[in-house]
């Protein structure tokens, strides 16, 4: 069973720039895979940042961006601001009308 | 204001039935492929069915696949998903989500909690 891959935690200074990213237990995360960005906030629905790899969803800042690094998917966060602190989750699509989440990464601020 | 609001969330005993429902306005709902995704408490994000937006194409996850039927209704604006023999297992917030031609998922509904215990 494929599962997809997360950091579970991350930390980066305000105005700092993060990078997280989104892997296979198997494989490579190609643009195939339609990768998605959700962020979500503690008792928030999640909101969706990024899809098909680097497409920002309405009224997201361009501060985020998505990203195919070497054979994961990434979400890099640019000047980093405190209300960036969050779960994000990428969601890879895995044929057959089936999508997978990743575990999930928090972000902290600090 | 596009909005997407689940109900029917409740309490059920392990084995019993359950039915969501998600009201959408705001955005011509039949355009949209329409997701439920789910949320144990304390745990991340777990993608449970879709449907297309002519209900000709539906897809589960494993994990509740001859257990849960998802169905819309695009006269009414309404997504559904028929839960059964459920198991503790399935407690979470059940949230649906749009889903568009290009793979957005521009609309998520705030959620319902459905708690599976005796």
């Known amino acids: 069973q494929t599962v997809v891959t997360q950091e579970p935690s991350f930390s980066v200074s305000p105005g700092g720039t993060v990078t997280l990213t989104c892997g296979l237990s198997?494989?490579?995360?190609?643009?195939?895979?339609?990768p998605t960005w959700c962020q979500q906030t503690p008792g928030q629905a999640p909101r969706t940042l990024i899809y098909?790899?680097?497409t920002r969803s309405s009224g997201v800042p361009d501060r985020f961006s998505g990203s195919i690094l070497g054979n994961k998917a990434a979400l890099t966060i640019t000047g980093a601001q405190a209300d960036d602190e969050s779960d994000y989750y990428c969601v890879l699509y895995m044929g057959g009308g089936i999508w997978m989440f990743g575990g999930g990464t928090k972000l902290t601020v600090l | 204001e596009v909005q997407l609001v689940e109900s029917g969330g409740g309490l059920v005993k392990p084995g019993g039935s359950l039915r969501l429902s998600c009201a959408a306005s705001g955005f011509t709902f039949s355009y949209y492929t329409m997701n439920w995704v789910r949320q144990a408490p304390g745990k991340g994000l777990e993608w449970v069915s879709s449907?297309?937006?002519?209900?000709?194409?539906?897809y589960y996850a494993d994990s509740v696949k001859g257990r849960f039927t998802i169905s819309r209704d695009n006269a009414k604006n309404s997504l559904y998903l028929q839960m059964s023999s459920l198991r503790a297992e399935d407690t979470a917030v059940y949230y649906c989500a749009s889903q568009d031609y290009s793979n957005d998922f521009p609309h998520w509904g705030q959620g319902a909690l459905v708690t599976v215990s005796s």
């Open positions: 098909n790899t680097n």
């Open positions: 198997s494989g490579s995360v190609s643009s195939s895979y339609y």
């Open positions: 449907i297309s937006t002519g209900s000709s194409y539906t």
